[in-house]
């Protein structure tokens, strides 16, 4: 089975400053796909990012990008410019390119943004 | 841009009670998801939906729950005699025609089984 583990419960960060997330995963597969989900307390899950593992370059969103690691099975989430709206919990997900596509979640980062 | 809604927003039920959920995923959307996030937890994988069957299921799915997309449209969750512990969030998400297109998720069902 597919485990994605979340080692910050909880963040904060300095508005307009950088934070990094950090998310690690194990599988044994080779063919899977990377995703960081936000939820604001709305509880409304919206997608951040998303990074394909046979993909080298690491996925950019304007503010968002990852740093995917795919030997040490590091993917991590680095916001710049936080702003006040980036305060949410925050979960990274796997999911197999080969055996289902169920996402597999992480426990998730609580991240507050201190204005 | 297009969207998965999902129907209640809160259900309050007594516990032994039956509740369905509803989502309406994107039109063209052919797979199907149920996640479930108990409070202050991550979301877990339930059930996963395709071509009018079940695809895979996890643990969590036992015989208390059920699926069906009886008409066409609308992709429903049954829970038989609620307990407590099923209180949580419900989410649904949706993808397709592609299995590797992104999954879209409803904004949720609060569930709380009294």
């Known amino acids: 089975a597919q485990t994605v583990t979340q080692s910050q419960p909880e963040m904060s960060v300095q508005e307009a400053e950088t934070v990094t997330l950090s998310c690690t995963y194990d599988?044994?597969?080779?063919?899977?796909?990377l995703f960081w989900y936000k939820q604001p307390p709305s509880r409304q899950m919206i997608l951040v990012i998303r990074q394909e593992a046979y993909k080298q370059q690491n996925a950019t969103e304007n503010r968002f990008s990852v740093n995917f690691q795919k030997a040490a099975k590091s993917f991590s989430l680095k916001i710049s410019d936080s702003q006040l709206g980036d305060t949410a919990m925050y979960f990274c997900?796997?999911?197999?390119?080969?055996?289902?596509?169920?996402?597999?979640f992480g426990t998730g980062t609580s991240l507050t943004v201190i204005p | 841009e297009p969207e998965v809604t999902q129907t209640p927003s809160h259900q309050v039920t007594q516990m032994g009670q039956e509740v369905i959920l509803r989502c309406v995923p994107i039109?063209?959307?052919?797979?199907f998801y149920w996640y479930r996030q108990i409070l202050g937890q991550k979301v877990e994988f339930l059930v996963s939906f395709y071509n009018n069957e079940i695809s895979e299921k996890s643990e969590i799915f036992d015989d208390q729950f059920s699926v069906e997309r009886p008409d066409g449209s609308n992709f429903t969750l049954k829970i038989r005699s609620t307990k407590l512990e099923d209180s949580a969030m419900y989410f649904c998400a949706t993808h397709g025609p592609s299995s590797r297109d992104e999954q879209y998720f409803g904004p949720g069902t609060r569930l709380t089984v009294t």
């Open positions: 997900a796997f999911m197999s390119g080969d055996t289902g596509n169920q996402f597999y």
């Open positions: 039109s063209n959307h052919l797979y």
């Open positions: 599988t044994s597969e080779s063919n899977y796909y």
